[in-house]
């Protein structure tokens, strides 16, 4: 089973990044997003608790009880609130799992990792910067680079996505929301060697 509610502390913090609004619906950038919803419609509960400048609620599986956030800052300011509930609920660095969009993996691509480098981008590279280092997991889903080179980076992760693409990236995000689980019950190398 996936998650469920339950009254255990808090042990581990999902971070599923993008940028709040219908303007960002669906665009490349929001791959974490529809990774949240996707968690959430498997538990029939929201993510509508405000708190830590960003949409949260609290669920459990295995008998761990997991806090999702959806930071609201925008992508770019993403380590404000994972560093604010971080410090509330005193979590390692090392039990927060950040799911995020790659450019450089294929539409549809997954990638778990243990820790690594913000790779350009700038959610990422925020949390690394006010969250005291690279050391946490990541889950990233690719959605392509862009068709050229003169394509501008910020036009095209905010880009929204269809047909194909848009296919290709919600199985990726389905498969990222099976990762966090096999991450935290079975550890990153499980969740590594299952889907990359």
Same mark, same amino acid.
């Given at each position: 089973?996936?998650? $469920? $509610?339950?009254?255990?502390p808090?042990?581990w913090? *999902?971070?599923?990044?993008?940028?709040?609004g219908?303007?960002y619906?669906n665009?490349? @950038?929001?791959?974490?997003?529809?990774?949240?919803?996707?968690?959430a419609?498997?538990l029939?509960?929201k993510i509508?608790r405000? !708190? /830590?400048?960003?949409?949260?609620?609290? *669920?459990? /599986?295995?008998?761990?009880r997991?806090?999702?956030?959806?930071?609201?800052?925008?992508?770019?300011?993403?380590g404000k609130?994972?560093?604010?509930?971080?410090n509330?609920?005193?979590t390692p660095l090392?039990?927060v799992i950040?799911?995020? &969009?790659?450019?450089?993996?294929?539409?549809g691509?997954?990638r778990?990792?243990?820790?690594g480098s913000s790779?350009? @981008?700038?959610g990422?590279?925020d949390i690394i910067? !006010?969250?005291?280092?690279?050391?946490f997991?990541?889950? $990233?889903?690719?959605?392509?680079a862009?068709?050229?080179?003169?394509? &501008?980076m910020?036009?095209?992760v905010?880009?929204v996505?269809?047909? &194909?693409?848009l296919?290709l990236?919600?199985?990726?995000?389905? !498969?990222?929301?099976?990762?966090?689980?096999?991450?935290?019950?079975d550890g990153v &190398?499980?969740a590594?060697?299952?889907?990359n």
């Amino acid at each position: 089973m996936f998650f $469920r $509610r339950n009254l255990e502390p808090v042990s581990w913090i *999902v971070v599923c990044l993008g940028n709040p609004g219908l303007r960002y619906y669906n665009t490349r @950038h929001n791959a974490g997003f529809m990774t949240a919803d996707i968690i959430a419609n498997r538990l029939a509960v929201k993510i509508d608790r405000i !708190k /830590f400048n960003a949409m949260t609620a609290v *669920v459990t /599986f295995g008998g761990r009880r997991v806090l999702l956030v959806m930071p609201q800052t925008y992508m770019n300011l993403s380590g404000k609130s994972v560093r604010q509930a971080m410090n509330f609920y005193k979590t390692p660095l090392e039990n927060v799992i950040v799911v995020s &969009d790659e450019v450089s993996l294929p539409v549809g691509g997954l990638r778990v990792r243990r820790s690594g480098s913000s790779g350009g @981008h700038n959610g990422l590279r925020d949390i690394i910067t !006010k969250c005291g280092g690279e050391g946490f997991p990541r889950v $990233r889903i690719g959605v392509g680079a862009p068709p050229h080179d003169e394509y &501008d980076m910020a036009d095209w992760v905010l880009s929204v996505l269809g047909g &194909d693409d848009l296919r290709l990236v919600s199985e990726a995000a389905l !498969k990222a929301a099976a990762a966090v689980e096999t991450i935290i019950m079975d550890g990153v &190398d499980s969740a590594m060697s299952k889907y990359n």
